[in-house]
């Protein structure tokens, strides 16, 4: 079942005016569906079919709910959160770049590209990870037997911006659906594309198998 979600995103700024320091509150309602499976995904026709990678179309089993434990354990044995930060990232490259992944549903995930492709929609992935891991990325997807052209994958944290230039520079005029399973990069994705008057449909997807 799909869930409706309004979710109110606020921004606070501190703006000086003739030496005195306003606070500045910006709030914007992003409105977005959470779904458990890709068959809650509407896609009309004439759209731009975004999606995330990482625990949004596959997993690792390394990686299964461990992110923040595996973070947590570094930063309570080091008491430095930059070594914490890097010595799990550095965790996480290697399970990425060792271990097979798997297509998370992958019969209703074929089903999905097949309606992007009956619809006159196109189909792209935006990623948080680093754009220097390309290859380890086309090699997880092709592990998966997904055959994604490398030109339709692209790489950026925060997303949004990322997310506003590329349809500038070739989606004029589509809609836009944004599939992502982190709340963080819904709503700067939601935020930037309103804030530029492309029409967006967000879906937040939290898999069963996960």
């Known amino acids: 079942m799909m869930h409706f979600i309004p979710w109110e995103h606020t921004?606070?700024?501190?703006?000086?005016?003739?030496?005195?320091?306003?606070?500045k509150i910006d709030f914007i309602i992003l409105n977005m569906n959470h779904i458990k499976n890709y068959n809650e995904i509407v896609v009309p026709d004439n759209t731009l079919v975004v999606l995330d990678i990482d625990e949004t179309i596959i997993k690792f089993n390394g990686l299964h709910n461990t992110w923040v434990s595996e973070l947590r354990k570094y930063y309570e044995l080091f008491h430095e959160k930059k070594k914490a930060d890097q010595m799990a990232l550095n965790e996480w490259i290697n399970i990425i770049s060792t271990e097979k992944p798997e297509l998370l549903d992958e019969e209703l995930f074929l089903d999905l590209?097949?309606?992007?492709?009956?619809?006159?929609?196109?189909l792209i992935l935006l990623t948080a990870r680093n754009k220097e891991l390309c290859d380890v990325t086309i090699k997880n997807l092709k592990d998966c037997n997904l055959d994604i052209d490398s030109n339709d994958i692209y790489y950026s944290w925060p997303k949004g911006n990322k997310l506003v230039e590329v349809y500038n520079n070739k989606y004029v005029g589509k809609n836009v659906i944004f599939?992502?399973?982190?709340?963080?990069?819904?709503?700067?994705?939601?935020?930037?594309?309103?804030?530029?008057?492309?029409?967006?449909?967000?879906?937040?997807?939290?898999?069963?198998?996960?």
């Open 11 to 23: 921004t606070l700024t501190f703006v000086k005016k003739q030496k005195k320091f306003y606070l």
């Open 113 to 122: 590209v097949d309606r992007v492709k009956k619809s006159n929609s196109d």
């Open 179 to 210: 599939v992502d399973d982190k709340l963080d990069n819904l709503e700067d994705v939601e935020k930037s594309l309103k804030e530029n008057n492309i029409n967006i449909t967000s879906y937040l997807i939290t898999h069963e198998k996960l």
